[in-house]
């Protein structure tokens, strides 16, 4: 629950820090709010996909997964476009993003 209340404390280790460029690596709470500090301040920022968590959702709420696997789909690409670019591990994790809408797609 604490992730949800993030935003000043991260605002300020930002003001404090002064980086250069940021990594966010979580689409949850915690890199949403860094996210939005990033877009706000200029700041450069990449991301990176280490699960295929918009493919667990079906697991864990009992939803149309077609409309959730959409959403989550469109969420992921919003999320991870606005960045510099987004990280993967395997070529074939590449394409399967760009073929959903994914840009700046790096291995």
Not at 62 to 67: C, D, M, Y
Not at 89 to 95: G, N
Request: charged share 20%.
């Amino acid at each position: 629950m604490q992730s949800l209340f993030v935003k000043d404390k991260i605002t300020r280790l930002v003001e404090e820090g002064k980086p250069d460029y940021i990594h966010i690596f979580t689409e949850g709470p915690i890199g949403f709010s860094m996210r939005g500090i990033c877009r706000r301040r200029n700041l450069k920022f990449t991301t990176s996909i280490h699960t295929n968590f918009q493919q667990y959702v079906r697991y864990y709420l009992p939803l149309n997964i077609t409309v959730l696997s959409n959403l989550m789909d469109k969420y992921m690409a919003w999320f991870h476009n606005a960045g510099s670019g987004t990280m993967v591990a395997t070529e074939s994790l590449k394409r399967e993003l760009e073929g959903k809408g994914f840009s700046k797609v790096l291995i």
